[in-house]
Nanobody, 126 residues
Framework: EVQLVESGGGLVQAGGSLRLSCVAS????????IGWFRQAPGKEREGMSC????????FYRDSVKGRFTISRDNAKNTVYLEMNNLNPEDTAVYYC???????????????????WGKGTLVTVSS
């Protein structure tokens, strides 16, 4: 069974850091582009960061540039999202997703996801 499982969410104070993990089972992440998305209460889901299957291509939404870092550990079949200097506007459920056609994180990467995790909640208090 193909699965993506996120972890690492929690409650953190503004200015703090969290590292989210996305572990795959049932398939190897090496050949897949991976995206991190988030959905805040009452808002639409938005793509925050992407790493292409070529490993050289990344994308960050402007609101998280310089604060978030996406990386992958193929040996652990895991993709990470390091989040620093968090603020209350970062509060959301964070999802990872895998796209077989996402070799590079082009303009349409967020629309090319095939598998989704169930999400992990990040709450940033002021």
């Amino acid at each position: 069974e193909v699965q993506l499982v996120e972890s690492g969410g929690g409650l953190v104070q503004a200015g703090g850091s969290l590292r989210l993990s996305c572990v795959a089972s049932g398939f190897r992440l090496d050949d897949w582009g991976i995206g991190w998305f988030r959905q805040a209460p009452g808002k639409e889901r938005e793509g925050m960061s992407c790493i292409g299957s070529d490993d050289g291509s990344t994308f960050y939404r402007d609101s998280v540039k310089g604060r978030f870092t996406i990386s992958r550990d193929n040996a652990k079949n895991t993709v990470y999202l390091e989040m620093n200097n968090l603020n209350p506007e970062d509060t959301a459920v964070y999802y990872c997703a895998a796209g077989g056609a996402v070799v590079r994180c082009g303009p349409m990467w967020s629309h090319a996801m095939d598998y989704w995790g169930k999400g992990t909640l990040v709450t940033v208090s002021s």
